[in-house]
């Protein structure tokens, strides 16, 4: 399993990004992805999911600011991140749990200002 997050970078707060994930090495079309994020000094959350069908989820701090999506043709999963707050500050990760094991990405840092 290979995933990697792109996308990442410094943003006011209000702003918005979009953040890429790239994976390979397993059958994408049939396995959920999940978003994760870690803040400095605190646990790794789970952020977003989204099914094969396309079924989403999201913690309830980045609802309705944050949509992830997805593209079975390109192996690729998007987080659209608005309305971005100085708490959302962190490393995002792109995971999938695959043959009883859960695979993190390379992350990518999110740094919003006030």
């Known amino acids: 399993v290979q995933l990697q997050a792109s996308g990442g970078g410094l943003v006011q707060a209000g702003g918005s990004l979009r953040l890429s994930c790239r994976a390979s090495?397993?059958?994408?079309?049939?396995?959920?992805v999940d978003w994760y994020r870690q803040a400095p000094g605190k646990e790794r959350e789970l952020t977003a999911t989204?099914?094969?069908?396309?079924?989403?989820n999201y913690t309830d701090s980045v609802k309705g600011r944050f949509t992830t999506s997805r593209d079975n043709t390109r192996n690729m999963v998007y987080l659209h991140m608005n309305s971005l707050k100085p708490e959302d500050t962190a490393v995002y990760y792109c995971?999938?749990?695959?043959?009883?094991?859960?695979?993190y990405g390379q992350g990518t840092l999110v740094t919003v200002s006030s």
């Open positions: 995971s999938v749990f695959y043959r009883g094991r859960r695979s």
């Open positions: 989204i099914t094969s069908g396309g079924g989403t």
């Open positions: 090495g397993f059958n994408f079309r049939i396995n959920t």
